[in-house]
C-alpha cells in the first residue's frame, strides 16, 4: 500500500476552496459560531422551580371521568382552572414585572455586570426600554398549568442561584396576593345585589317608623286599637253602674215617690249616660276625631311597618346566604414545593444547542441545494 502524503499548506488551502460555500454557510460557519458561544461564552443558568395549586372550598357536585373524580377529590373545579389561569397570565404580566422591579432589583439581577453580553438584558446597549425588559422576563420565567392534575409549575431563570429563588418566591407571593384579590372582588359582587336590597329594606321600615310617629304626633294617639278597647271596658264598667242607679232609682220611686235621693240619682244617671255617650263617640264616631276612624289610618301604617320588617328580614337572610355562598367559592393557593435555591446551573443545553444549531444547518443546506439544483435543471 502507498501511504499518503503527508497534508501540505497547500493542500489544505486547495481543500478549503474545494469545500462546498453553500454547505460552509448554512452548516459549518453557524455550528462553529454556537459550538463557540456555548462552548467559551455563555454563562450558566440556575433554575429555580416551585409548583402549586390554587384550590376551591366549594363542594363540587358528583361528575363521570377520572379527570372529574380527581378533580373533586383534590378540591379542584372548572372555575379554580379558570382563575388558575388567570394567575398564570398574571405572574408573566407587566404588572408582576413592575411590582418584582420597583426598586430595578430584576434589571440590577440580569442586567450589566451578570452574565455574558448575549444572555443578560440590555444586549449591547440596544434594549433598554420596558417593553424590552418584560419580553426579556417572559424568556426568563416560565409558567405551566398541568391540565390533568391542576398543578402550576414556576420556574425562574438566574445568573445566580439567590436571585432565581428569591423572583420566583416574589411571583409566588404575587399569584397569592392576586387570588386574594379576585376573592374580594367576587366576594363583593356576589353579595352587592343582597346588599342593596338590604339598603332599601332598612329605608323602608324608616319611613315605616316614621309614618307611625307622624300619625301619633298628629293625631295625639299612641295606638288607636288598644286605646279603643280601653274605652270600650270603660264605658261597659260605667254602663254597669248606669243599669245599677237605675235599678235602684226604680226602687226608690217604687217605695217612696217623695225620697230626696231621687234628684241626686236621676242628676248621676244623666252624667253617667252622658259619659257612656260621649266614650261611644269617642270610639266609634264618624268624625275625625274618633278612635275608629284613626284606628284604620294606623293599621294601614302598621300593616306598612310589618311589610317592612317582614322584607327586611327576607333580605337579611338572603345578604347572608349570599356571604355563606361566596365564602364557600374562596380560593386558596396551597403550594406543593417552595422555590428551591439550585446548587448546580442547568441550562444553557450547550450540546443539545449546538446539535440542533448543526441540524437544522444541514436540513436548510439539503433544501437549498435541492433547489439550486433545480432551477439548474430547468436553465439547462
Not at 76 to 100: H, P, Q
Not at 343 to 368: E, N, Q
Request: proline content about 3%; overall charge neutral.
Amino acid at each position: 500500500m502507498t501511504p499518503h502524503a503527508p497534508v501540505t499548506e497547500k493542500g489544505l488551502l486547495e481543500r478549503i476552496k474545494n469545500v462546498d460555500r453553500l454547505f460552509a454557510l448554512t452548516v459549518l460557519v453557524p455550528t462553529v459560531l454556537v459550538s463557540v458561544y456555548y462552548g467559551l461564552i455563555a454563562s450558566d443558568l440556575y433554575v429555580s422551580e416551585s409548583t402549586f395549586v390554587i384550590r376551591s372550598t366549594q363542594k363540587n357536585t358528583p361528575s363521570t371521568g377520572l379527570v372529574g373524580a380527581f378533580l373533586q377529590g383534590s378540591g379542584l373545579s372548572s372555575s379554580s382552572s379558570e382563575n388558575a389561569y388567570a394567575v398564570t397570565d398574571y405572574m408573566t404580566s407587566r404588572d408582576a414585572l413592575a411590582a418584582i422591579n420597583q426598586k430595578e432589583d430584576f434589571v440590577t439581577a440580569y442586567g450589566s455586570g451578570r452574565g455574558d453580553f448575549i444572555s443578560r438584558f440590555g444586549f449591547l446597549g440596544a434594549y433598554t426600554t420596558f417593553e424590552d425588559l418584560v419580553r426579556y422576563f417572559r424568556r426568563r420565567v416560565d409558567v405551566r398549568y398541568d391540565t390533568d392534575t391542576g398543578i402550576t409549575t414556576l420556574s425562574v431563570e438566574g445568573f445566580a442561584a439567590a436571585d432565581a429563588k428569591k423572583f420566583n418566591e416574589k411571583l409566588l407571593e404575587l399569584g397569592e396576593k392576586r387570588v386574594n384579590e379576585m376573592n374580594a372582588r367576587a366576594m363583593q359582587d356576589t353579595i352587592r345585589v343582597a346588599q342593596i336590597e338590604v339598603n332599601r329594606a332598612e329605608e323602608s321600615v324608616q319611613r315605616a317608623a316614621k309614618s307611625i310617629l307622624a300619625f301619633r304626633q298628629n293625631k295625639s294617639v299612641f295606638d288607636p286599637e288598644k286605646q279603643s278597647e280601653l274605652q270600650l271596658q270603660r264605658a261597659a264598667l260605667l254602663q254597669n253602674e248606669l243599669v245599677s242607679n237605675r235599678t235602684q232609682l226604680a226602687q226608690v220611686q217604687l217605695i217612696s215617690p217623695a225620697n230626696p235621693q231621687i234628684p241626686a240619682l236621676k242628676g248621676k244617671i244623666a252624667n253617667l249616660e252622658a259619659e257612656v255617650a260621649n266614650l261611644t263617640h269617642t270610639v266609634t264616631g264618624k268624625s275625625d276625631t274618633s278612635l275608629s276612624i284613626k284606628s284604620a289610618d294606623y293599621e294601614r301604617l302598621a300593616l306598612n311597618r310589618e311589610f317592612a320588617d317582614k322584607q327586611l328580614s327576607s333580605a337579611m337572610a338572603s345578604l347572608e346566604a349570599a356571604r355563606s355562598d361566596a365564602m364557600r367559592q374562596q380560593l386558596y393557593v396551597e403550594r406543593i414545593s417552595q422555590p428551591n435555591a439550585p446548587d448546580k446551573a442547568m441550562r444553557p443545553y450547550r450540546v443539545r444547542s449546538v446539535l440542533t444549531t448543526f441540524v437544522l444547518g444541514l436540513i436548510v443546506w439539503g433544501c437549498l441545494s435541492l433547489l439550486i439544483a433545480s432551477v439548474k435543471e430547468h436553465r439547462d
